[in-house]
């Protein structure tokens, strides 16, 4: 069955690693260039017209850190772990 719970950081690490390798290799065709270092923060980025979003993200402490354009105008949000 099916069971849907919270993300654990810690106890999820290598699950959400192997998750963002894959998706990386998906979107540039190879691993060169994923680092497997220890991440001590994470971004992402999110059209600031975006409300429902943005309240979502927020209300997790995410931070905005810089604006975009690339191509289309975005906030890049971050939060460390």
Same mark, same amino acid.
Do not use: C
């Given at each position: 069955?099916?069971k849907f719970?919270?993300?654990d ?10 998750f ?6 998906v ?6 260039g ?9 971004? !992402?980025?999110v059209?600031?017209n975006?409300?429902r979003?943005m %309240?979502?993200? #927020?209300k997790?402490?995410?931070?905005k !850190? ?6 289309y105008?975005?906030? %890049?949000?971050? #939060?460390k772990?």
């Open positions: 069955m099916l719970r919270p993300i950081i810690n106890l999820d690490r290598e699950t959400i690693i192997s963002r390798k894959d998706s990386y290799l979107s540039f065709g190879n691993k060169d994923f680092g497997d270092e220890d991440v001590g923060e994470y971004h !992402l980025r059209a600031p975006n409300e979003a %309240r979502f993200y #927020k997790f402490d995410m931070q !850190l810089i604006e975009e354009q690339s191509p105008h975005v906030w %890049r949000l971050g #939060k772990m």
